[in-house]
């Protein structure tokens, strides 16, 4: 049986925490973000998969230095020089377009910079990749519409594929598990489309596969997201991460059929939350258990202290920035949160 193999990957956000030049010296998260986007693309190659989709998000902001354009799309180039095309969904934080676009061109990268289908031959199977820009204010009214402008009914393929970057009904995130059900910006289960082996979709961090709507009604075609590749906040203290290789062929109905997909996770920095009870607590104590938060803590955690109550005056020193810089190992992220107080953190 013949089958497409396609990696997939989403909201890497690349530039997340790594300023070109920092004001101080402090361990960066921005590195762990570029290391787990390098393993994915090795992963393509040691799967020799046909193509690599992006799901979108592949920066951390829109107004970003060519440099880091220029850094996030090597990779990919490499991916193309070798005979891998490379598809990319510009995602809701580039607003839905790619900075200093000129850095990514090359024959064998596909920006959906606009509703748009590319065909793909694979093994002797014909793949049409139909997808759009992220839709930022009226997803759930015009989803429908962006679909059918994508022109995918025109390529022909025994196999199609929907990429995008938008949240969909019954998707969940947070520690509380938030449901999208409703709002400008999520997608209705009953506009998910028919004849596609499977929507292919960023934006949401979580990694699930959503195959049935609000209701229970099974959905005519997946929705998968692979999640981030890093934890980019506590929210998603405890999430796994990755990627999603899926193998993709023809069935018995038109738009050909997702015969499996497997979460390839990868490594990701802990992220730990210490309640400090520290009201009245002089600078001796409050250091000592700040200490021994750190201590307890894995060596590459980000570790978030939550003070309660109020330390006296002269304690306060030992929360700033480079106070806990100096008590934590240089691998360690930390930051204070004197919780009574409602302050920003300090890190």
Same mark, same amino acid.
């Given at each position: ?128 990749? *139909?997808? /759009? ?8 009214? !015009?989803?429908?519409? #962006?679909?059918? %402008?994508? &022109?995918? +009914? ?39 489309? *028919?004849? /596609? ?8 961090? !979580?990694?699930?596969? #959503?195959?049935? %709507?609000? &209701?229970? +009604? ?58 400090? %009870? ?70």
């Amino acid at each position: 049986m013949t089958v497409a193999r396609i990696l997939f990957l989403a909201d890497t956000h690349l530039g997340f925490d790594l300023p070109l030049r920092p004001r101080i010296e402090r361990r960066r998260r921005g590195h762990d973000f570029f290391d787990n986007y390098e393993r994915v693309l090795d992963a393509a190659l040691a799967e020799r998969v046909d193509a690599i989709v992006h799901g979108g998000d592949l920066l951390y902001r829109s107004r970003v230095p060519a440099r880091l354009v220029q850094q996030a799309f090597a990779p990919l180039k490499r991916m193309a020089e070798v005979g891998v095309p490379v598809y990319l969904v510009p995602g809701n934080h580039e607003r839905s377009h790619i900075p200093h676009a000129m850095l990514a061109l090359h024959p064998r990268i596909h920006v959906f910079d606009r509703p748009q289908t590319f065909a793909l031959e694979a093994k002797g199977l014909r793949l049409a990749l *139909a997808g /759009f820009p992220c839709e930022r204010k009226e997803a759930r009214k !015009r989803f429908a519409a #962006l679909v059918e %402008d994508t &022109g995918w +009914r025109d390529a022909g393929a025994a196999v199609n594929l929907l990429c995008v970057h938008q949240a969909f009904e019954g998707a969940t995130v947070g520690p509380s598990d938030f449901t999208f059900r409703s709002g400008d910006d999520v997608v209705r289960g009953a506009d998910v489309p *028919a004849p /596609f082996a499977a929507v292919l979709a960023g934006h949401v961090h !979580r990694h699930q596969v #959503l195959t049935s %709507d609000l &209701g229970g +009604r099974p959905l005519p075609t997946p929705v998968l997201y692979p999640g981030s590749i890093e934890r980019t906040s506590f929210a998603e203290k405890d999430e796994p991460k990755g990627c999603l290789l899926l193998e993709v062929g023809i069935g018995d109905s038109p738009g050909g059929v997702l015969r499996s997909w497997e979460f390839r996770r990868l490594p990701a920095r802990p992220m730990l939350v210490r309640e400090l %009870d520290a009201d009245g607590a002089d600078r001796a104590r409050l250091l000592a258990m700040v200490m021994q938060a750190v201590g307890e803590a894995p060596t590459d955690a980000v570790l978030r202290l939550r003070i309660h109550g109020r330390p006296a005056a002269e304690a306060r020193a030992v929360l700033g920035a480079a106070s806990l810089r100096s008590i934590a190992p240089a691998t360690m992220n930390v930051e204070a949160v004197l919780v009574d107080e409602r302050r920003p953190p300090l890190r």
